[in-house]
């Protein structure tokens, strides 16, 4: 794959050079999320001499596409007191940037009522006294992200968050058109056409932790424009420094265009390759998935095929965007470089090749 040189305005090179912050690294998780005592995942409120405490995992809870989940959440009074008052239960769901929060569940007493997307999928688990948890069914890819416990009782309001994680993959997604065609509105649009939504600063951080090194700039869930550098290099933002996440910060969603990084979850279902010895069109392709009881696969379903299924195959295949790719868990001669990756030979115009079709099971 081509690294294009950054052709972006002065302004945006002088992020490049010796102004690069990392912007979401310093106090201002801390003073949104967390709270005032650091990481310590237990918040209070004082009243009538006693304190109301709310207690969510430290720690992120782990999931994946289609599963259950449970967001623990607990709360007591220090010293300990009987409350005569009915405690009501709010669930949000936080924005990436903070901004806004998305109500996902209220409940007083045994009564509950769920919002929006999480409408006959979010209930509250209040099996152990003063449990006030969490459960999501058939999480989804957007379900991904921090909520909020808030127990209210009567004027005292307390609150804390949990973290949930879906296991999934980033990656960098340019269309058709070429490098830098999209604004933030028609990125949304090609993550979900490859199965995929637009990745979180979180999730790209956890790539860029695993190695993911990418020196083409896009839209990220809020609204910033990123890339992850893991080998620091001249095009790439310089090369003094440190190997991290650029950042472009804000940018506008509709005038600004670039590419995007995608999160697609776990499978379902499996990718599986066809072939014929003559190849096939791009047409011939989504025919012959479709005759196999399959469709032809998205490039998120490759992705995830190749992380979490060790999808190996060394023969290029079409792909639903009209792209050819094919996906190496286990470096080889004559399979690219020796690196793992789904290797990526763009948009062919004319040419014959296999096809990777996705299955449910
Ligand atoms: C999730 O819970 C629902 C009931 O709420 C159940 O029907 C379904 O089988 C569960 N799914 C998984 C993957 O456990």
Request: some cysteine; glycine content about 10%; hydrophobic content about 35%.
């Amino acid at each position: 794959m081509l690294l294009f040189p950054l052709l972006l305005g002065a302004t945006l090179l002088c992020l490049g050079s010796g102004s690069y912050q990392r912007p979401f690294y310093n106090g201002f998780y801390y003073n949104h999320v967390m709270n005032d005592k650091g990481d310590s995942h237990e918040k209070t409120a004082y009243f009538n001499g006693a304190k109301l405490v709310v207690e969510t995992p430290k720690d992120p809870v782990y999931s994946f596409n289609g599963a259950n989940v449970t967001l623990p959440c607990h709360y007591h009074y220090e010293p300990d007191l009987e409350s005569k008052r009915k405690i009501r239960i709010k669930w949000s769901k936080l924005r990436d940037d903070y901004t806004k929060e998305q109500d996902v569940l209220v409940a007083i007493g045994k009564t509950s009522v769920a919002f929006g997307d999480f409408q006959g999928r979010a209930s509250l688990r209040q099996a152990g006294r003063r449990e006030a948890s969490l459960v999501v069914s058939d999480l989804r890819l957007q379900d991904d992200g921090k909520y909020r416990c808030e127990v209210i009782d009567g004027l005292e309001d307390e609150s804390n968050v949990v973290d949930l994680r879906l296991q999934g993959i980033v990656f960098p997604y340019q269309p058709p058109r070429g490098q830098y065609r999209l604004n933030f509105h028609e990125a949304e649009q090609a993550c979900r056409e490859q199965g995929a939504v637009v990745a979180t600063f979180s999730q790209l951080l956890q790539a860029w932790s695993e190695g993911l090194d990418w020196c083409n700039a896009g839209w990220l869930a809020d609204g910033t424009v990123q890339y992850p550098i893991r080998l620091p290099r001249k095009p790439c933002g310089g090369l003094h420094l440190a190997p991290g996440i650029r950042s472009y910060g804000q940018r506008h969603r509709h005038l600004h265009r670039f590419d995007v990084f995608c999160f697609s979850s776990t499978l379902r279902g499996e990718v599986v390759y066809l072939e014929r010895p003559a190849g096939m069109t791009l047409e011939e392709a989504k025919q012959a998935c479709q005759d196999a009881g399959a469709e032809i696969a998205r490039v998120g379903q490759l992705y995830a095929a190749w992380k979490f299924l060790g999808l190996d195959r060394c023969d290029a295949g079409w792909l639903a965007d009209g792209s050819v790719r094919y996906p190496i868990a286990k470096p080889r001669a004559n399979c690219g470089p020796a690196e793992p990756g789904v290797r990526n030979f763009g948009f062919p115009r004319t040419g014959r090749f296999g096809v990777f079709c996705y299955k449910e099971r």
